[in-house]
């Protein structure tokens, strides 16, 4: 049974950083992407940042420069740096999995809020 466990939430002032965490485990095949979705209220399911199995990368625009994603393919582990966060990046944040099937985390939340 796939399991993907997230921590790493929590309320934080606009400029702070938190660091998400997400352990994937019941995962046999390769991962080929591995990375975070978030969703606001109100708004759909969004990409944030993934990185492959080759370490090659993909953020969102609106977190470049300040979010880094990084990830222990011998883990199956992926981490997810926030700094300088916003307002605006408030929402659940989803662990994503690709290893030919999809898998998602049950979510984190993230609140920045002064």
């Known amino acids: 049974q796939v399991q993907l466990v997230e921590s790493g939430g929590g309320l934080v002032q606009p400029g702070g950083s938190l660091r998400l965490s997400c352990a994937a485990s019941?995962?046999?095949?390769?991962?080929?992407?591995m990375g975070w979705y978030r969703q606001a209220p109100g708004k759909q399911r969004q990409l944030v940042a993934t990185?492959?199995?080759?370490?090659?990368?993909s953020y969102a625009d609106s977190v470049k420069d300040r979010f880094t994603v990084s990830r222990d393919n011998a883990k199956n582990t992926a981490n997810l740096q926030m700094n300088s966060l916003k307002l605006e990046d408030t929402a659940v944040y989803y662990c994503?999995?690709?290893?030919?099937?999809?898998?998602w985390g049950q979510g984190t939340q993230v609140t920045v809020s002064s």
């Open positions: 990185m492959s199995w080759l370490g090659v990368t």
């Open positions: 019941g995962i046999i095949s390769r991962i080929y992407v």
């Open positions: 994503y999995v690709n290893n030919g099937n999809n898998y």
